[in-house]
């Protein structure tokens, strides 16, 4: 073997790291996350999880992969971005909630109540990343058609999957189409009901190139802690100060 293939798949490392910090008080945990951008291919492989994993419905994505072509042609190339909600330490979308429904839980990550959220959409105007969305009640398969008897439509194209509840905070939600989170803020929560039973984001297992690393900072063994101390980390917009909890590697 080469030398300078890895030993062992990181995922096998964060998923160590994962149960170290299970195994922890919880209120010493802070969850990060570090994407390298030289790694990522653009592949969206980890915006499709994102969506099955969480149900999304159309117009709602927690995890955008940004594309930029740059360069001149025939000398082009193009660059990806990963976009997540940040997690900020100073998040501008929690102070500007009239109800707070919206808040930093014990290990650094913003969550939403969805059944006190009423969907002003003010925390969608504060957020500098553009991070949060709005749950408009869509179907991807509405257009589908259907007659009864004749035509297997969109009541059983969507049986599978849109009708299904969202588990996301761990909580039974009613069956799409049924209140909450429709008509909700909505946005990435580090996959909080996969941490609960000892699974990374669904983002990190998806990602073909292990460009997204996730895991507990205030562990110093940990393999995310280890690339945040890389000389090529930096934080978007760090100019706002609200001190993202999503790092990159240049």
């Not at 499709?48 to 001149?72: D, H, Q, T």
């Not at 939403?112 to 179907?139: E, K």
């Amino acid at each position: 073997m080469s030398p300078s293939l890895p030993s062992e798949d990181p995922l096998v490392r964060m998923h160590r790291d994962l149960a170290r910090a299970l195994a922890k008080d919880p209120d010493k945990v802070k969850w990060v996350m570090v994407i390298d951008l030289a790694r990522c291919i653009g592949c969206h492989a980890c915006a499709v999880a994102c969506v099955s994993e969480n149900k999304l419905p159309p117009g709602v994505v927690y995890r955008p992969v940004m594309e930029e072509e740059i360069g001149v042609y025939p000398n082009v190339r193009r660059r990806f971005l990963p976009r997540p909600c940040m997690q900020c330490e100073n998040p501008p979308c929690v102070a500007v909630c009239p109800v707070t429904a919206t808040w930093k839980n014990k290990q650094g990550v913003t969550v939403i109540d969805y059944d006190r959220c009423i969907g002003c959409r003010y925390c969608l105007t504060a957020c500098p990343y553009g991070a949060r969305c709005s749950d408009f009640g869509g179907f991807y398969t509405k257009p589908t058609a259907e007659l009864d008897g004749l035509i297997l439509g969109r009541k059983a194209a969507a049986k599978g999957y849109e009708d299904a509840a969202a588990p996301e905070y761990g909580k039974t939600w009613p069956p799409r189409g049924h209140g909450s989170p429709i008509g909700n803020a909505r946005k990435c929560h580090f996959c909080q009901h996969r941490l609960a039973v000892g699974q990374l984001p669904s983002c990190v297992t998806s990602c073909i190139g292990r460009a997204t690393i996730f895991g507990d900072a205030n562990d110093p063994a940990s393999y995310v802690r280890e690339c945040m101390g890389s000389p090529r980390v930096f934080r978007l917009k760090e100019e706002q100060g609200t001190k993202p909890n999503v790092y990159y590697l240049a």
